[in-house]
């Protein structure tokens, strides 16, 4: 396979443009739409059984199972517990019988995480990978695999990985709130919906580019960035802040927007810009008054969400960026795309080495 940057300047913005195509050949190996279901690609394996899923990961990886927490727990009511692979081995954790432990990968080779493999599976845990790389060490040692189809990814701070990810794990989420009882076939069938409109979605949010390129100087010349999200916005709020870390180079972090009262609040003033991931929803209003409490301290928002987010809350703020309206359950994968486009455009802006950023790897195959 020929791999190279298409028409893009960077294999980044090649890999965050690719995403429409590869979730769509990701959803396809998951969804079936002919019959409205979501399945796995491990027909034998009974996930009415599982009490408890224990996720493990690192970086980019370890936010999307952050997500798929939220969706675990909201859709199929069973509990999840989750760790970066590096503190994971190291804490004693308590695995109950009968658990499920999830590995998210792109690379399926990272040490840290192979190592909390090989932990749980000593532990007698049922072992499930996403990875994306079908060959890998993690692949061929979980028990189940469930893989992503993004296709090599050359730059070294991941996108398409993760959003492909993502759409795994919904799938995931759909499949054992079935076999608890907890999803209709109604619900399956809306499911099912929502996530065939992701691709589509996705296409949307990159028409947003040239906006984001155009306010991306107003962050590139800062030197701290604060990002803020509620609910699963709270793991790509975490997500686009290690996103600037990576290639921007400038010191960000991500906040649950309700946590921001207990410390970050002190750092606000005109110089740092505060980036609010906020769709529309049932959470919105409260990130909306957590905006406004930046806002009264002179703090400079920049706000993502929809058309009709932006029209209740847009006042006010130094930019705005228009995403299209997206379910619940979908928000996450499509607002990963403005996240990952602002950090690269910053990135291009200050003149970085887009996908090879100093001191980082592709792959982590140390401890
Ligand atoms: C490195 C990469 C990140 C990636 C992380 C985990 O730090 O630079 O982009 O998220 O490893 O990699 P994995 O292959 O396990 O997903």
Redo the contacts with the bound molecule.
């Keep these: 396979q020929l791999i190279d940057k298409g028409n893009h300047r960077h294999f980044m913005a090649k890999e965050i443009y690719e995403q429409p195509i590869v979730v769509a050949q990701t959803l396809r190996a998951y969804l079936q739409r002919l019959e409205d279901k979501v399945t796995l690609p491990i027909p034998d394996f009974d996930l009415s059984v599982i009490k408890r899923v224990t996720i493990v990961?690192?970086?980019?990886?370890y936010y999307a199972g952050m997500v798929a927490k939220y969706w675990f727990e909201q859709f199929a009511r069973v509990a999840v517990d989750i760790d970066v692979a590096s503190e994971f081995r190291y804490r004693a954790p308590v695995m109950e019988d009968g658990g499920l432990m999830i590995v998210?990968?792109?690379?399926?080779?990272?040490a840290d995480?192979l190592a909390a493999l090989r932990h749980a599976k000593a532990e007698g845990q049922t072992i499930a990978a996403v990875v994306n790389v079908p060959t890998s060490t993690m692949a061929r040692e979980a028990d189940l695999l469930l893989p992503t189809h993004a296709g090599p990814e050359i730059g070294?701070?991941?996108t398409k990985?993760f959003t492909c990810q993502l759409a795994v794990l919904a799938a995931l989420a759909a499949n054992l709130a079935k076999a608890k009882g907890r999803m209709t076939p109604e619900e399956e069938k809306a499911i099912v919906a929502h996530l065939a409109e992701v691709p589509a979605a996705l296409n949307d949010a990159l028409g947003r580019d040239e906006a984001i390129e155009a306010m991306a100087g107003a962050v590139a010349v800062a030197r701290d960035v604060l990002y803020l999200g509620r609910g699963t916005d709270y793991p790509l709020a975490l997500e686009g802040a290690l996103k600037l870390k990576?290639i921007s180079y400038i010191h960000a972090e991500g906040y649950a927007a309700g946590e921001m009262k207990h410390g970050p609040i002190a750092l606000i003033d005109e110089h740092v810009p505060v980036i609010v991931i906020a769709p529309s929803g049932p959470l919105f209003e409260k990130t909306v008054s957590n905006m406004q409490e930046v806002q009264a301290r002179g703090g400079k928002v920049v706000l993502i969400s929809d058309a009709e987010g932006i029209a209740a809350a847009g006042e006010g703020c130094i930019a705005t960026i228009e995403m299209p309206k997206a379910h619940p359950l979908i928000a996450p994968i499509v607002y990963a795309v403005p996240v990952q486009l602002l950090a690269y455009h910053v990135a291009v802006a200050k003149g970085t080495d887009v996908d090879q950023p100093r001191n980082?790897?592709?792959?982590?195959t140390v401890e």
């Design positions: 990961a690192c970086g980019t990886s998210i990968s792109q690379s399926g080779e990272t995480t070294v701070a991941s990985a990576e980082l790897a592709k792959s982590v």
